[in-house]
């Protein structure tokens, strides 16, 4: 009886410490960027750097969302990433094939769906997109099971789905070797989880749940959460949302 009592106030203790959290989009689009990159690769530090600026920038989870993944495929040249996952370098290979493209490469853009070059040259942030798809909403009580709604502007008896990464942001790794050995490199919005489960009509919408791991690899950085939906089975995002998870 004692064991149950003092799991119930864990459990208790854990509920009330929680609060509740939600995101939520305008109807006008909200750019999903992503970035492919490795720690293997001496190209992609300045990408990063780029990147990282955006943590600053006013339209910040409401003009677009910024998701980092590192591919897995640099990791046999001499240092593996420990943000490196076989399903993000799985992910940029869909694209290329999407756009017939001959390769992959890093470090590489990708904005709402579509190869982008002109990070190189752009002092501000991404140019907001004229779309209006919708509404959506993400939100939890308890930080790892969260319910998402995306309300379309224009009905349609579509079969839709929703993506979610759980971000990593203001860490550091000092490479030991490969191209960039002896180099102290600073990582934000790094994914270090990836889901995708499906959306199902509702009355008011079309509704679906996920669960993330709120604490992923005792990572100790400031964590946040990037969702976006998409027509089920495609790689192109409608809408996009996120922000800052809560110490």
């Not at 004692?2 to 106030?9: I, N, S």
């Not at 780029?50 to 001499?78: E, I, M, Q, R």
């Amino acid at each position: 009886m004692k064991l149950l009592f003092v799991l119930f106030m864990i459990i208790a203790t854990s509920k009330a410490n929680s609060a509740p959290v939600q995101f939520e989009s305008s109807p006008r689009q909200t750019a999903l960027l992503e970035l492919y990159t490795s720690e293997g690769c001496s190209s992609c530090p300045p990408a990063e750097a780029w990147l990282s600026k955006l943590k600053d920038a006013p339209g910040l989870w409401t003009n677009f969302v910024p998701v980092a993944f590192h591919v897995h495929y640099w990791d046999h040249l001499g240092w593996k990433d420990v943000f490196s996952d076989e399903q993000f370098s799985d992910r940029q290979q869909a694209y290329a094939q999407l756009w017939s493209a001959e390769n992959i490469y890093t470090p590489e853009f990708v904005l709402n769906g579509k190869e982008w070059q002109s990070w190189r040259s752009l002092k501000g942030t991404p140019s907001l997109s004229d779309a209006t798809p919708g509404t959506l909403q993400v939100s939890s009580t308890d930080g790892r099971h969260w319910t998402a709604k995306f309300t379309p502007l224009k009905k349609d008896h579509g079969d839709y789905e929703i993506t979610a990464a759980v971000l990593v942001s203001e860490l550091g790794t000092d490479v030991k070797s490969g191209e960039n050995s002896g180099r102290h490199l600073k990582h934000d919005f790094a994914a270090v989880s990836f889901i995708t489960r499906p959306l199902a009509n509702q009355t008011n919408g079309l509704e679906g749940s996920f669960i993330i791991d709120d604490h992923p690899k005792k990572l100790s950085g400031r964590l946040a959460l990037a969702v976006w939906v998409t027509r089920a089975g495609q790689l192109a995002p409608l809408q996009a949302t996120g922000g800052w998870l809560p110490k």
